[in-house]
C-alpha cells in the first residue's frame, strides 16, 4: 500500500470511479478508459466500486481535459466532506501536495494569447475577447 493510502482505511475514504466522473464532469466509462490509458491501478476494497488515490483523480482529469484542476480539487473537498468529514484534512493535504508538484503557470505572451483567441474562437467572438482582454489589460488593478 502507498504513503498516501496508509491515512484510509481500506481505500474506503477516497473517490469511486463514478465519484470521479461527477468531480471531472465525464462519464464514468471515459474515466475507466482513462485509468487503462494512464496505466491507473485502482484500488479495489473488499466490497463495492473501485476507487482512485486522490492525485490519479487529478491525472485523470488532465487526460480528460475537461473540467479545470481548481475545479476538480474543490470539487473533491466538497465532496469530503460530504462524505467522509473525517478525512476532510488528509483529502485537503493530498490534494495541496498534488498542486505543489505542478509547474508554476505562467502568463501568456501577448500576441500569443490573441492568435490563440483568433485561432479557438469565430471571428467577431474572438475581437469582442480580444477587446476585453486589451481593456483589462489596460485598466489600472486594484
Not at 468529514?85 to 509547474?103: G, K, M, Y
Not at 485561432?119 to 489600472?140: F, H, K, T
Amino acid at each position: 500500500m502507498s504513503d498516501a493510502l496508509r491515512h484510509y482505511e481500506r481505500g474506503a475514504e477516497l473517490p469511486t470511479l463514478t465519484d470521479a466522473a461527477a468531480l471531472i464532469m465525464v462519464d464514468a466509462t471515459e474515466v475507466g478508459r482513462a485509468v487503462s490509458a494512464l496505466g491507473i491501478e485502482p484500488i479495489a476494497p473488499r466490497n463495492g466500486e473501485s476507487r482512485l488515490a486522490i492525485a490519479d483523480v487529478f491525472r485523470v482529469a488532465i487526460h480528460a481535459k475537461r473540467s479545470a484542476l481548481e475545479e476538480v480539487g474543490g470539487g473533491m473537498l466538497e465532496w469530503a466532506e460530504r462524505e467522509h468529514p473525517d478525512q476532510v484534512d488528509v483529502i485537503r493535504a493530498e490534494v495541496d501536495a498534488f498542486f505543489a508538484t505542478l509547474p508554476e503557470r505562467k502568463a501568456a505572451d501577448r500576441e500569443e494569447f490573441i492568435a490563440s483567441l483568433r485561432a479557438g474562437l469565430p471571428p467577431q467572438a474572438a475581437e469582442q475577447a480580444i477587446q476585453v482582454y486589451l481593456d483589462l489589460r489596460e485598466s489600472p488593478q486594484q
